[in-house]
């Protein structure tokens, strides 16, 4: 047999996905559902042949494939040649160019998932890779344990393959992300309890029941699916690494995630290595990745949620270690900020690129801001900042910050006094802003 009919028998389809190894001592495992390495208890992460990859990948090949995260399939850890594709990924790459004026900057870019497909987060990437993968691996009901986003992507996604769904979530999110979830018909439990209570609980019943849960023993893959925030990003540029991004920590999953996309693409040749700086953002209110960063530590102390920005309310981050050293060695920062000036960021990036983002996209602006005003942003770099949810989900937090319509009779009359009236009360704010 030749070398490629070889490699044909012994892939199935054309993937690269090899097996388990554990990221502290480097076990490896079969890729069942599993997360966890038996000898050390370190995370499991999935493992891929990069040379097999360097021989039958190139940009052509990626851009041959369809219009959403699975023309990278051969970099994710699935065997079937057909994924769950519903859409998910591609979302836009814009240039920020108001904002960017605003906040002094050069070249600024904002990677849209607020925009994502089915749910309009940045859940749906890794929700439609584990999945995928659930599937493969025989799974008839999935799970999760959420703050919100992945509650509405593994019920909606489950729905369109038709698997059983039951999903986990602290008692007190949001509406519309309760009812986002509760429309595509799951069981949803509403726990009493934040989201590391929530999450333990799963891990019971992860162990009892046999499900596939997408973020407990389905992570290893799952996690994957943040890789393609990464990808797209240099596809966007034009094949090109970006000088610095700036991304939301909840578990600190993403974060991660998108630093290993951006080295696989340079380890297999598909774009050109630089150095990018890596910086985080987090909610003072639940902050357990900045503040151990900020105090120099490499192990995070657990905190207890206390913020508006719910899904990225994560007290105990699994990947917060790793965050903090990527971080580290990219000459980046983690930072946090208020709820007042997350309220603030959200306004911020509506006003000036249109784009109305969640609590969590309002952290991450403004962070950018703070970074920016600190000096901690080059106003040279070029920047990409991920916006990871929609607004239209997280309404309660803007309620009563953002004015109120204008109220007329169908009249012409009415119509001219209410807009005279405006434009005093503009004047007036004004004239009190200049005294
Ligand atoms: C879950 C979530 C994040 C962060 O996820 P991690 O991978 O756990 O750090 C960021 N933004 C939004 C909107 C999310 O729902």
């Known amino acids: 047999m030749t070398q490629a009919t070889q490699e044909k028998a012994t892939t199935s389809a054309t993937t690269a996905f090899r097996a388990l190894q554990c990221k502290e001592c480097g076990a490896e495992y079969e890729p069942k559902a599993t997360h966890v390495c038996e000898l050390c208890f ?51 790459l814009l240039q920020a160019h108001r904002l960017a004026r ?15 497909m089915p749910t309009l987060s940045f859940k749906d990437r890794v929700v439609s890779v584990a999945l ?58 509403a726990v009493h309890g934040n989201y590391d209570q929530v999450n333990r609980l799963c891990s019971e ?39 610095h991004i700036v991304a939301p920590l909840a578990s600190g999953s993403l974060f991660t995630k998108i630093y290993k996309g951006f080295q696989e693409f340079v380890e297999v040749g598909l774009v050109e290595g630089k150095p990018v700086r890596f910086s985080g953002a987090q909610a003072e209110g639940c902050s357990p990745i900045a503040q151990a960063f900020s105090e120099g530590r490499d192990f995070i102390s657990p905190v207890k949620p206390n913020t508006i920005a719910k899904s990225l309310a994560i007290g105990n981050p699994a990947d917060g270690v790793y ?38 996209g309002g952290t991450t602006i403004a962070t950018l801001k703070k970074l920016v005003e600190a000096g901690k942003i080059d106003p040279d770099e070029t920047t990409v900042v991920y916006i990871t949810g929609n607004g239209l989900k997280t309404q309660e937090a803007v309620q009563g910050y953002v004015g109120e319509p204008l109220t007329i009779e169908p009249k012409l009359e009415s119509f001219e006094r209410a807009l005279e009236r405006s434009r005093t009360l503009d004047r007036l704010e004004w004239q009190q802003v200049l005294v």
Request: proline share 5%.
């Open 42 to 92: 370190g995370p499991l992460e999935v493992k891929y042949d990069y040379d097999f990859l360097r021989r039958t990948v190139t940009r052509e090949t990626i851009q041959a494939g369809p219009f959403s995260i699975w023309r990278y399939r051969p970099f994710l850890p699935v065997m079937s040649d057909n994924p769950i594709d519903v859409g998910t990924g591609m979302t836009p």
């Open 323 to 360: 965050a903090i050293d990527i971080a580290h060695k990219t000459n980046g920062n983690i930072e946090s900020v208020t709820d007042a000036e997350i309220i603030e960021g959200m306004k911020l990036l509506a006003e000036t690129e249109g784009i109305f983002t969640e609590t969590a």
């Open 102 to 116: 605003r906040l002094g900057l050069k070249k600024l870019y904002i990677k849209n998932d607020a925009v994502n």
């Open 205 to 243: 019943v992860a162990n009892t029941h046999g499900w596939g849960f997408v973020n407990i023993n389905l992570r290893p893959y799952y996690s994957e699916g943040s890789k393609t925030l990464g990808y797209e990003v240099i596809e966007q540029l034009g094949w090109q690494l970006p000088d």
């Open 132 to 189: 995928t993968r659930a599937r493969e691996l025989g799974f008839t009901t999935v799970s999760c344990a959420s703050t919100g986003n992945l509650a509405n992507s593994t019920a909606a996604i489950a729905a369109h393959a038709g698997l059983d769904c039951c999903v986990f979530i602290p008692s007190d999110l949001e509406a519309g992300k309760v009812l986002g979830t509760l429309i595509y018909n799951p069981t949803l439990m």
